[in-house]
């Protein structure tokens, strides 16, 4: 039940975040896209950012269900990965500037491990 609960939480958080960038437009999408630079990739960075959003967003629907649990949640990891390196490049900064990046790595790689628990579609 724990994971459960841990799921709605977070996978909430997710979709909140996911649609504020998704219907924010290109000029949200065009920031957001520019993170994945930090890691050398500097093409198209309006679809970057909308990649992001949606995966955020979906991938927060997708953790509440427990549907394709795993995928998601590495897909989740990643996004997350690039968001604190980008955090991290962006120059002087203090912990606010990258702790929801960290804290929701770190949750989606604990998912990633653990998976969905009982009460989840992938359990079936």
Known sequence: M??????????????????????????TWARVG?????????????LWGLLAAIAEFGGGILLILGLLFRPAA????FTMFVGLVSAFRAGPHDFA???????MLCIAV???????????????
């Not at 520019?34 to 309006?46: E, N, T, V, W, Y």
């Not at 590495?74 to 990891?77: E, F, G, P, V």
């Not at 500037?97 to 804290?103: F, G, M, T």
Request: proline content about 5%.
């Open 74 to 77: 590495a897909i989740l990891a």
């Open 110 to 124: 604990v998912f990633l491990f653990v998976g969905p628990g009982k009460y989840s579609v992938d359990r079936g």
């Open 34 to 46: 520019r993170a994945i630079g930090s890691l050398g990739i500097h093409f198209q960075p309006i």
């Open 2 to 27: 724990g994971l459960f609960i841990g799921r709605l939480g977070i996978g909430a958080i997710f979709i909140v975040f996911g649609w504020r960038e998704l219907s924010a437009g290109q000029d």
């Open 97 to 103: 500037d990258y702790s929801r990046p960290l804290e």
